[in-house]
């Protein structure tokens, strides 16, 4: 954009230079001016944003093919959550006009790698990854967790919003730990995700939201389980197996969606299931942490390491009760012992 501009504004420079053929010297004074002016701002603008940060497309460009590769080859065991956010970020980022802000729920247990796909979406989003300022993070249980205090958080909320979308219209909100959140701390968000070209004068949807929750996690992994004991393969589990129960969770159990009204109104656009990890994806991760650090990945290493964990239901050992988050730790204590 900055160097079509650049170049035109070059152009008209040139085309109404008081010396070109045949001009009257002081004919094209004012026009020369008012061009150089804005053609040196946008020389400018665009010198700088190849050094500091812009909301611009060399900050601000979403990587599909890579955060593709990224979910196909270091997410284990998820896969309606690499379909459901592919999807839903290239609708949305691909649009200049999107309807509304994107808005998308992760629901599981500890460790099922919601943290771990919001870093990727992150990386693959901005130039600067966590590091831009177009990122915004908040964590339940810090920033928002008494009830007494719901009123102040809202305001807070808002002005951060309002404030990073006029520094750019395309900006990121991070919320861990929703399930430790005040209620009603999030309904302060429904004028900024709701249907509306602009809001109080200004456009709000391109933002991406996401919130990151236990909620729902126990009943994802009965899912699971009955998929499981039927003989039937976690793949066979579609997304409608198990959005209603995470949509009655969210909406019933003590959280930050409590009874909220960003259910109520349906402006939560995706509910992202992730599925318990089975002792399978356990050895998959495993292994790839020792590989990065350049261990031993004989399968009986790989086996030590996974076995440290605990497995529920603990008759069959099924699920890892905290999916691959305890895995680096694991390596630490154990990693050189085998």
Same mark, same amino acid.
Do not use: M
């Given at each position: 954009m900055y160097k079509s501009y650049i170049y035109t504004s070059l152009f008209l420079l040139i085309s109404i230079s008081p010396f070109s053929y045949g001009a009257d010297p002081f004919s094209g004074i004012y026009a020369l001016g008012a061009v150089g002016i804005s053609g040196g701002l946008a020389l400018y603008q665009y010198v700088k944003c190849k050094y500091?940060?812009?909301?611009?497309?060399?900050? /601000? $460009?979403?990587?599909?093919?890579? @955060?593709?590769?990224d979910l196909e080859h270091k997410l284990f065991g998820q896969h309606l959550v690499k379909r459901i956010i592919l999807n839903s970020l290239k609708s949305h980022v691909s649009n200049d006009k999107p309807k509304k802000a994107l808005v998308m729920s992760f629901h599981g247990w500890n460790g099922g790698g919601k943290n771990y796909v919001t870093q990727m979406i992150v990386k693959n @989003? #901005?130039?600067?990854?966590?590091?831009?300022? *177009? *990122?915004?993070?908040?964590?339940?249980?810090?920033? #928002?967790?008494?009830?007494?205090?719901?009123y102040k958080y809202q305001d807070r909320l808002r002005n951060d919003i309002e404030k990073a979308t006029k520094n750019c219209g395309r900006s990121m909100f991070v919320f861990?730990?929703?399930d430790k959140m005040a209620p009603d701390v999030l309904d302060s968000l429904k004028p900024y995700i709701d249907f509306h070209p602009n809001f109080k004068g200004t456009d709000y949807r391109k933002n991406i939201f996401i919130f990151l929750s236990n909620t729902g996690g126990s009943n994802i992994t009965k899912v699971a389980l009955k998929f499981w004991s039927e003989g039937k393969t976690r793949e066979d589990i579609a997304l409608k197996d198990v959005e209603p129960i995470i949509i009655r969770n969210a909406y019933n159990e003590a959280g930050g969606l409590f009874r909220s009204e960003l259910i109520k109104k349906d402006l939560i656009d995706v509910y992202v299931p992730f599925l318990p990890l089975e002792k399978k994806h356990i050895k998959k991760?495993? %292994?790839?942490?020792?590989?990065?650090?350049?261990?031993? +990945?004989?399968? $009986? +290493?790989? $086996?030590?390491?996974?076995?440290?964990?605990? *497995?529920?239901?603990?008759? /069959?050992?099924? %699920?890892?009760?905290?999916?691959?988050?305890? /895995?680096?730790?694991?390596? $630490?204590? #154990?990693?050189d012992d085998f």
């Open positions: 500091v940060e812009c909301c611009d497309d060399q900050w /601000i $460009n979403l990587k599909l093919n890579i @955060l593709d590769s @989003l #901005f130039k600067k990854s966590t590091d831009s300022s *177009y *990122y915004h993070f908040y964590f339940g249980s810090r920033d #928002f967790p008494h009830k007494h205090d719901v861990d730990e929703v991760c495993a %292994f790839e942490e020792l590989r990065s650090r350049g261990l031993k +990945t004989d399968s $009986n +290493t790989v $086996n030590n390491i996974v076995d440290q964990l605990i *497995y529920d239901p603990p008759e /069959i050992e099924l %699920f890892s009760t905290s999916g691959c988050k305890k /895995i680096s730790h694991k390596v $630490n204590i #154990f990693g």
